[in-house]
């Protein structure tokens, strides 16, 4: 199978196992939820799916020389999202850590056919659901790891700074089981743009709003039972075709709004909204010689840089429409 990724290249897949999960519906699923929470028809800013975020991450763990199972896990990481990716923990999750997925993934492997697939192959789900034991693909905050790579990297690309997609992904290194820069200028680089991403996007006052107007939308149609929570287990535009078809005033009303341009203001007076997002940042290690070295702890710049921005992130946003 060849698998041609617009970030991380062409890949020819042999593994009988990683063919049966791309080929998987429970997988492709993922090619119908958008990474970003909401589709573009109510978000615009440019898209990709979780599937195509899947096989990145699956890819770029094959490039830097991690095993077949890693490859395994990395690729299932996010079959477990519901409709609107992490949106939904604003409904009927914790909207602080944002971990209805990951609480669920374990449980969720295990009753999916996608088990069967795995037990054919002789993996275990437990182990492959056990992310202590994939080093490259998963990593606590900050440290770097091939799910936080993937997805910046692909926005970097889309809008962020598409000039330093190649020279960041040329200097990743799989060193003793984790992924660093090798040099300090690679690993300043993408830090200060996955930075960019969390002040303008993922924390920046328009998008968490959208996010907020269509939370209202989503927990008003569960009031009112135009949606079950299970509707949630399908995809983006399943739930939408519900909300579009409902007739509510109140609904069509907030779609509208959602769909056109987002008229807001910042409003430290009278504010309608008072707004925060969960705080994302990176502090890489990169190599210098033999040694690896800690990015904030070896750049005071950096280190100041930080500071700030996660004083800034607590601030959060003081909306009103207009």
Request: glycine share 4%; proline share 2%.
């Amino acid at each position: 199978m060849q698998v041609k990724d617009r970030i991380w290249g062409d890949f020819n897949i042999i593994e009988n196992i990683l063919i049966d999960l791309i080929k998987h519906p429970e997988l492709l699923r993922l090619d119908k939820i958008s990474q970003f929470g909401l589709p573009y028809r109510y978000y615009p800013i440019k898209q990709f799916t979780r599937l195509e975020h899947s096989i990145g991450v699956m890819v770029l763990l094959r490039d830097l020389g991690a095993g077949l199972e890693e490859q395994v896990a990395g690729l299932l990481h996010d079959v477990s999202h519901t409709s609107f990716s992490h949106l939904v923990d604003w409904v009927i999750g914790d909207r602080k850590n944002e971990d209805f997925q990951d609480k669920r993934h374990i449980n969720f492997l295990r009753k999916s056919s996608l088990n069967n697939i795995l037990k054919e192959h002789n993996l275990d789900v437990d182990k492959i659901a056990n992310y202590d034991r994939f080093s490259l693909l998963e990593q606590p905050r900050p440290y770097l790891c091939a799910d936080r790579i993937d997805y910046a990297i692909r926005e970097f690309k889309d809008w962020a700074n598409p000039q330093i997609v190649e020279s960041c992904s040329s200097q990743l290194v799989n060193h003793k089981g984790r992924i660093v820069f090798s040099s300090e200028e690679g690993a300043l680089k993408f830090s200060y743009n996955y930075m960019k991403l969390q002040r303008e996007h993922w924390g920046g006052a328009e998008w968490i709003l959208r996010w907020q107007i269509f939370s209202e939308v989503l927990r008003y149609a569960l009031d009112k039972e135009i949606l079950q929570k299970e509707n949630f287990f399908r995809d983006d535009q399943f739930v939408l075709d519900i909300l579009e078809a409902s007739s509510d005033e109140e609904i069509l009303k907030r779609l509208f709004l959602l769909e056109n341009k987002l008229n807001f203001k910042i409003d430290d007076k009278k504010p309608a909204y008072v707004l925060h997002k969960k705080f994302r940042y990176i502090d890489p290690s990169y190599l210098d010689g033999d040694r690896e070295l800690r990015l904030s702890e070896n750049n005071k710049e950096y280190s100041t840089f930080l500071e700030r921005e996660r004083e800034h992130n607590k601030n959060g946003h003081k909306i009103s429409l207009t």
